[in-house]
């Protein structure tokens, strides 16, 4: 078996001692392929050592400039560090490089929305769920996008869609109900949302507020 497959083997079944002695073996036998440095650095995230994941995936970009992989595991990385500015630099290298894969348009997408860019986050957010029709996290995050732009038509049929896919989706209901009372000052089918977010969640606090709020505006 390729040293890189059994070495992800061994990593997911928590073996990282032997998981790392095969990346570094390949690592040794291909210095120029950046899949084993990628790999190696997903093993040291995984037990807590930042700094050296870091610079084995910068290693990987350093012998593979063009590999979308590694630009798209380090951006994961900034990204789970919350530095966002830098994951964004990378996925979009990623993007850049041919990766046409609905992940890496969605992490774009959601790098841009952490930054509060929903004009740049909407693009790929877009293009991840043409990707992929059945990511439904994707589909929601494109519906919060397009309400903050304000194109609450199209944001309230995504997040129908979205509800429709998954009716235990509680913060859907809860930014369907606030569509519904702020675009469409519809406060029935609001305060009907946020009572099915409220059956799915008790403790949304959101939507408990959005309903009182309703109730209150409306003598209901």
Not at 96 to 115: P, V, Y
Not at 151 to 175: C, F, M, T
């Amino acid at each position: 078996m390729d040293k890189n497959l059994q070495g992800i083997e061994y990593l997911q079944q928590g073996k990282v001692e032997e998981a790392l002695k095969l990346f570094s073996e390949r690592i040794e036998e291909a210095p120029e392929d950046p899949t084993a440095y990628i790999n190696f650095g997903h093993v040291l995230w995984t037990v807590g050592e930042l700094e050296r994941a870091e610079r084995f995936y910068k290693k990987a970009i350093e012998v593979e400039p063009a590999a979308g992989a590694a630009h798209y595991a380090l951006g994961t990385f900034y990204y789970e560090q919350e530095r966002l500015e830098e994951a964004c630099r990378e996925f979009e290298q990623a993007v850049k490089s041919g990766i046409e894969e609905s992940d890496a348009f969605f992490m774009l997408g959601m790098t841009f929305a952490q930054l509060d860019q929903p004009v740049l986050a909407l693009p790929y957010l877009q293009r991840a769920v043409e990707l992929n029709e059945a990511d439904t996290e994707a589909r929601f995050q494109l519906g919060l996008s397009l309400a903050k732009v304000q194109a609450y038509d199209e944001a309230i049929r995504q997040l129908e869609k979205v509800v429709e896919e998954d009716p235990g989706h509680a913060d859907a209901y809860y930014n369907l109900g606030v569509a519904y009372a702020g675009h469409l000052e519809d406060a029935e089918r609001a305060l009907a949302m946020f009572n099915r977010a409220l059956e799915v969640q008790p403790d949304h606090m959101l939507a408990g507020y959005g309903k009182k709020m309703i109730e209150k505006a409306n003598d209901i």
